[in-house]
């Protein structure tokens, strides 16, 4: 990450990625049918039932080896492995666990002296998203029509009719020209930041909304916790984004470029 914060504790941080269906497995009972043989070769569309109690289980491992923050890969309601496809903002994935199981993770992280940022899948949500399916039933007769750039009076996905994130039609992309929307991620920012007493937010793919917009979410994360960490999924020149009223950080593709290049390409 490139970091230009003026949050206390992020220059001291030294992050775990955590994607939790990949982790560990801290309890079976809330496992996804057909789950994988944890071990054996992950897809893209497999699951290994790791989950939030796992990341608990792990926390004096991850202690042990010097990780003092964590960054957690989307946890919210959604269809796939990956959870990028939000279907419910308000909801932690049951194949996860339940809010207690996030606020009780939360809790022995702090009591450990470890931070915590959630990632906050923000530009698109799934299409089992509640006002998606909403317009699916009823069209341009939905409340919800407008909380999408749809080119017709209902949704096509052959051909694609609606604008999407990196043209998948499982990932429609949210209007940001619509007061209500913006609203309403807003509040679903200021819940969890507030509710579950995060260190703050990993943004995705922030460049497909108006900045104005992030702009207004930092104010609105600040006041609820000043030392929040927010950091944004940039992959070109960051100067913008980190001038002090956008985000406190970057993520560092291009060092990850380097690295691959290096590591495993051998191209360097």
């Known amino acids: 990450m490139i970091i230009k ?6 220059e001291d941080a030294i992050f775990y990625q955590i994607f939790p269906d990949r982790f560990y497995n801290g309890n079976f009972r809330n496992d996804p049918p057909g789950v994988a043989k944890w071990g054996s070769s992950p ?5 290994f ?4 109690e796992g990341i608990k289980k792990k926390l004096p491992y991850l202690k042990e080896i010097g990780i003092n923050a964590i960054y957690l890969n989307p946890i919210f309601k959604a269809g796939t492995n990956h959870k990028y496809d939000t ?5 932690v994935d049951p194949m996860f666990g339940s809010k207690g199981d996030l606020l009780n993770l939360i809790k022995e992280v702090h009591k ?3 931070k915590i940022i959630l990632d906050g899948v923000f530009n698109h949500c799934g299409d089992g998203f509640w006002a998606f399916r909403d317009i699916k039933e009823k069209g341009m007769c939905s ?9 017709g009076d209902n949704i096509s996905e052959k051909p694609l009719n609606y604008q999407t994130a990196g043209g998948a039609k ?19 920012a200021e819940y969890w930041t507030k509710e579950s007493e995060i260190d703050g937010w990993r943004i995705d793919i922030p460049w497909k909304v108006p900045r104005d917009f992030w702009q207004i979410f930092r104010k609105k994360v600040k006041k609820i916790n000043p030392d929040a960490y927010i950091v944004g999924e940039i992959w070109r020149d960051a100067t913008p984004w980190i001038e002090g009223d956008t985000f406190d950080g970057v993520m560092n593709y291009r ?3 380097l690295v691959i290049d290096f590591f495993i390409k051998d191209n360097i």
């Open 5 to 10: 914060s003026k949050s206390n504790w992020i």
């Open 43 to 47: 897809t893209r569309n497999n699951f």
């Open 49 to 52: 039932g790791g989950d939030l």
């Open 87 to 91: 279907w419910d903002y308000y909801e």
């Open 112 to 114: 450990l002296k470890m």
């Open 143 to 151: 409340s919800y029509y407008n909380w999408f750039v749809i080119n």
């Open 170 to 188: 499982y990932l429609p992309k949210f209007n940001y020209n619509n007061k209500l929307v913006r609203e309403y991620i807003l509040k679903v």
């Open 255 to 257: 060092l990850r470029d």
